[in-house]
């Protein structure tokens, strides 16, 4: 007979261990704990023994029609659950929406619900995940949309849609925007927002394809020692000569962009190997890597890594990280213009103005979310908002009417104020709601006067510009000592 084991956690055997109970338990959990592994798993003799001996001795295998079944009735339970709570929700909710084609050939369209909840986090569901047989233009995209937000109960609460840059999506928002079904935020002027870290990949291709052949021979040497059984052996007497541990680096991809990233960041990391690798093995054809190739490698790797970071920054999902996006921004042109201005060679010339061309024509001027969202972090402020946008036009080398575009934004974010402010019952006053979570972290945006009192928006440029290099160097030590 088998020996009662110990429960996980627990100091006693659990020999009361109801299977009904349990079963009703898991389902009625809204956390989501699927691994993707196929229903047949449960039927397994080795899960099964392994589960009795090490977990729980009346635990029996479970048929994979029963694991669907159950997996049915949970998706369904929740849903219910969802689409009651967003019933009574008092709240906005933004979107995520997605249209894509699988390798199989089969379209599918996805939508993700995100807001905060009644505890101040922020939450994100996918509501929505179909196949889209139809073909997927603007009109077509919108209807999903709005049987999507009328299933869940989201017509009069829709802040914002994020979608890719394709002409579809853009179509659909302006479809969109014309529903009278859909009541939106200040007359839909915030309701599309473009994805930034599609807007990132589409400024790197455009010149990656020249790049990835300068850098061939790298490439070629990292190729030879993920094929060859002889090339893994010298590569890693070369990691001990060297006093390296070896690693397996990973090749890039002309879908992923962060995959040449990756590529140069491990390469260079191992530069006297690989090095010493590939011009033992071509001494009869005279191909060697140069200097040359890693300069080339090393200004290339440090413009990516700023993109790469930005990305990162973009995708955070249970964190707040629209405020970001203008001093991201900066920072990404920043770097293009200290690397153009650097003399690196003709090819890295061409993939800079390549990114900038591309840049202007989605970030000549931000939507204004982004800028409300800079104006409320207390380390900015209208003021802050100002000097960033003057310091940034300067970047970029282009003539923008900052002044007017700032008082814009203010006047859109004071109609949200009185929007919000009609069905939100104001806090008493002494309220510490937020104050340790949303206090000021960092230096505001002010250049200060000799008597000690803040300047004006009419400020020098060179003092402009001196308080926004001491804001973004406060900026990215922060998140440098965070990482």
């Known amino acids: 007979m088998m020996e009662p084991v110990l429960c996980p956690g627990t100091l006693e055997v659990n020999m009361d261990w109801d299977r009904k109970a349990r079963r009703e338990a898991a389902m009625a959990d809204k956390l989501n704990y699927t691994d993707?592994?196929?229903?047949?798993?449960?039927?397994?003799?080795?899960?099964?023994?392994?589960?009795?001996?090490?977990?729980?001795?009346?635990?029996?295998?479970?048929?994979?029609?029963?694991?669907?079944?159950?997996?049915?009735?949970?998706?369904?339970?929740?849903?219910?659950?969802?689409?009651?709570?967003?019933?009574?929700y008092d709240g906005h909710v933004s979107l995520t929406s997605d249209t894509w084609t699988s390798t199989y050939g089969e379209p599918f369209v996805c939508v993700t619900a995100h807001w905060i909840d009644d505890d101040w986090l922020l939450q994100k569901r996918i509501i929505c995940f179909e196949a889209m047989e139809e073909t997927h233009n603007g009109f077509n995209i919108k209807s999903r949309l709005v049987s999507c937000c009328k299933n869940f109960h989201l017509v009069d609460k829709l802040f914002s849609i994020s979608v890719d840059n394709?002409?579809?999506?853009?179509?659909?928002?302006?479809?969109?925007k014309e529903d009278p079904s859909i009541k939106m935020v200040l007359e839909g002027s915030l309701m599309h927002v473009r994805c930034c870290a599609h807007i990132l990949n589409l400024c790197i291709q455009d010149g990656l394809d020249e790049l990835r052949t300068l850098l061939e021979p790298i490439r070629n040497v990292i190729t030879w020692i993920r094929a060859a059984r002889s090339a893994k052996r010298i590569f890693k007497q070369k990691c001990e000569e060297y006093g390296l541990r070896k690693k397996v680096i990973a090749l890039d991809t002309p879908t992923r962009w962060n995959s040449t990233y990756k590529l140069l960041h491990d390469a260079i990391a191992y530069r006297d190997v690989l090095t010493d690798m590939y011009n033992e093995s071509r001494v009869t054809d005279g191909q060697f890597i140069a200097n040359d190739h890693w300069s080339l490698a090393k200004i290339v790797h440090d413009v990516l890594e700023t993109f790469d970071n930005a990305t990162h920054i973009f995708s955070y999902v249970y964190e707040?990280?629209?405020?970001?996006?203008?001093?991201?921004?900066?920072?990404i042109i920043c770097t293009i213009k200290q690397t153009s201005l650097a003399n690196p060679g003709a090819a890295v010339k061409r993939l800079l103005d390549n990114m900038k061309v591309k840049w202007c024509a989605y970030f000549t001027e931000f939507s204004p979310i982004y800028a409300i969202a800079a104006i409320l972090d207390p380390r900015v402020k209208l003021e802050g908002l100002t000097n960033l946008l003057t310091f940034y036009y300067q970047q970029l080398d282009v003539q923008?009417?900052?002044?007017?575009?700032?008082?814009?934004?203010k006047?859109?974010?004071?109609?949200?104020?009185?929007?919000?402010?009609?069905?939100?019952?104001?806090?008493?006053?002494?309220?510490?709601?937020?104050?340790?979570?949303?206090?000021?972290?960092?230096?505001?945006?002010?250049?200060?006067?000799?008597?000690?009192?803040?300047?004006?928006?009419?400020?020098?440029?060179?003092?402009?510009?001196?308080?926004?290099?001491?804001?973004?160097?406060?900026?990215?030590?922060?998140?440098e000592n965070s990482t």
């Open 166 to 176: 394709a002409t579809a999506n853009t179509g659909a928002m302006q479809f969109l």
């Open 400 to 409: 923008f009417d900052v002044p007017y575009y700032v008082n814009n934004c």
């Open 320 to 331: 707040p990280n629209i405020h970001m996006v203008i001093l991201k921004c900066i920072k």
């Open 411 to 479: 006047r859109i974010l004071e109609r949200l104020c009185e929007d919000y402010g009609a069905v939100i019952q104001p806090q008493p006053v002494g309220s510490s709601m937020g104050a340790s979570r949303f206090g000021i972290h960092g230096p505001v945006l002010k250049k200060s006067r000799p008597d000690g009192s803040g300047s004006s928006s009419s400020s020098s440029s060179s003092s402009s510009s001196s308080c926004i290099g001491e804001y973004l160097t406060y900026q990215f030590e922060t998140e």
């Open 36 to 88: 993707e592994l196929p229903y047949s798993f449960g039927e397994s003799s080795n899960y099964e023994y392994f589960s009795r001996v090490a977990l729980q001795p009346q635990y029996r295998k479970v048929p994979r029609n029963t694991l669907k079944r159950r997996t049915q009735q949970s998706y369904y339970a929740y849903r219910g659950y969802l689409i009651e709570m967003f019933r009574t």
